[in-house]
Nanobody
């Protein structure tokens, strides 16, 4: 049974950094594009970042481009989200998700296309 187990997150001051991790098991990780999504209080879940199966292509939401970096280690079956220059509006529950695809280039990932989801981890940015 496929599982995505998230770690990281917590409370950080504005301007600070955090790194989220998402470890996959029970699936052929290198056959999956990976994405990060987030849901802020009172808002719908939204796309944050995506990375292709090889790691050769990444894509970001405009709101995080230049501040966040997604990466993956296929040997460790893990995807990361490095978050820098955090803002209070980045406060949300962050979810990692996997989509089985061989597409070499990434754009926005649609939630309905994702095959597996992590349980989410809370990131709180104080002002």
């Amino acid at each position: 049974q496929a599982q995505l187990v998230q770690s990281g997150g917590g409370l950080v001051q504005a301007g600070g950094s955090l790194r989220l991790s998402c470890a996959a098991s029970g699936l052929a990780f290198s056959n999956y594009a990976m994405g990060w999504f987030r849901q802020a209080p009172g808002k719908e879940r939204e796309f944050v970042a995506a990375i292709s199966w090889s790691g050769g292509s990444t894509y970001y939401a405009d709101s995080v481009r230049g501040r966040f970096a997604i990466s993956r280690d296929n040997a460790r079956n893990t995807v990361y989200l490095q978050m820098n220059s955090l803002k209070p509006e980045d406060t949300a529950v962050y979810y990692c998700a996997a989509r089985h695809t061989s597409m070499p280039s990434m754009g926005v990932l649609r939630q309905g296309d994702m095959d597996y989801w992590g349980k989410g981890t809370l990131v709180t940015v104080s002002s």
